[in-house]
């Protein structure tokens, strides 16, 4: 019996981490930019492991983007994320919206104060 591209697994998810049990929350975001650091797999990754830090090596994405390229659930991809992050092969970063930066002076952006003041004026004209 062949098995159909949408079918479901038969196996939890969570053991693609190689931990063989569901472990603690993690913290990192689902929106975390991950990047490969260039360090070399440990014989105790999973294929899995070797999957995401391939899918890393030449730019970024952020763990939901991950999850959807592997077909795992996002909570199963932030495990092995952190995992990944925790033995040094994967860097993380929250990524900051232009306009939430601050400007040089260190004060919010042009950009943001505009769109609040826009968004105060909507709410007195309505």
């Not at 693609?16 to 569901?22: F, I, K, M, N, W």
């Not at 959807?68 to 909570?75: E, K, R, W």
């Not at 995992?83 to 943001?112: F, H, I, K, M, Y």
């Amino acid at each position: 019996m062949s098995r159909d591209k949408h079918q479901r697994r038969l196996l939890p998810a969570y053991l693609a981490t190689g931990s063989g049990t569901a472990s603690l929350p993690s913290t990192l975001d689902t929106l975390t930019a991950l990047r490969a650091s260039g360090r070399p797999l440990a014989s105790y990754h999973t294929p899995v492991h070797g999957r995401v830090v391939e899918l890393v090596t030449d730019g970024s994405l952020t763990a939901v983007e991950i999850a959807g390229y592997l077909g795992l659930p996002v909570s199963v991809c932030l495990m092995l994320a952190e995992q990944l992050v925790g033995d040094g092969l994967l860097n993380a970063s929250v990524p900051t919206p232009d306009a939430l930066a601050p400007s040089r002076a260190g004060r919010p952006s042009r950009q943001l104060m505009e769109e609040v003041l826009s968004g105060l004026q909507a709410l007195r004209v309505a």
